[in-house]
């Protein structure tokens, strides 16, 4: 398969933005040979419904500019709408493990939780901040506005906490240790 559709793989499941030298070490390829593949990409994408975007040395897809009307009036409804079992999930993890990076819960979860992540932040029941261990990476940790709205102080104060907590930490503990084989 070309690099380019490789990338464009890629950047479609990540679903934020990645740096090219990341791609190139991804790819094991030269900085070149992912500058002439995001080219290519680029002009692939020209004058359809999603995009190809770049800030400084970060590339990802997004959506076409002329298009945002049509989003934000999908995104009011959806704001509207109950939570999905997707959202629900998402939110139950990053509950009871009081703060999870997205891996975490892709993991936990058994798929790409990005979009939802997005959802929960838009709707402001998570925030994301940057891990402290690892600056590449983000922190989903319950929002103030969905702990006051459940009616509780503390994420310790949820139902079964020391248990359910117990749980997600093994979880993420196999992760890393999956991760280093």
């Known amino acids: 398969m070309e ?10 499941w990540k679903g934020e933005p990645v740096k090219r030298k990341k791609l190139a070490e991804i790819f094991k390829v030269k900085d070149e040979e992912i500058s002439d593949a995001l080219e290519k990409l680029k002009k692939v994408h ?18 076409a500019p002329e298009l945002s009307d049509f989003f934000e009036k999908l ?7 109950e939570l999905s079992k997707a959202s629900l ?38 925030e994301k901040t940057v891990d402290a261990k690892d600056s ?17 102080k503390s994420v310790e104060e949820l139902p079964d906490y020391q248990e359910v907590n117990h749980g997600i930490i093994v979880a993420a503990k196999n992760l890393e240790e999956e991760s280093k084989i």
């Open 89 to 126: 999930e998402t939110l139950s993890i990053v509950l009871y493990k009081n703060g999870a990076n997205r891996a975490e819960i892709d993991y936990i979860r058994g798929v790409n939780s990005s979009f939802t992540l997005r959802a929960l932040s838009i709707r402001g029941l998570v």
């Open 136 to 152: 590449r990476r983000y922190i989903y940790k319950p929002s103030f506005e969905v702990l006051s709205f459940m009616g509780i």
């Open 46 to 63: 020209e004058g359809r419904g999603v995009v190809f975007l770049e800030n400084n040395d970060e590339v990802m897809l997004g959506t």
């Open 3 to 12: 690099l380019e559709k490789k990338i464009g793989a890629l950047l479609f």
């Open 75 to 81: 995104q009011k409804e959806e704001l509207n709408k």
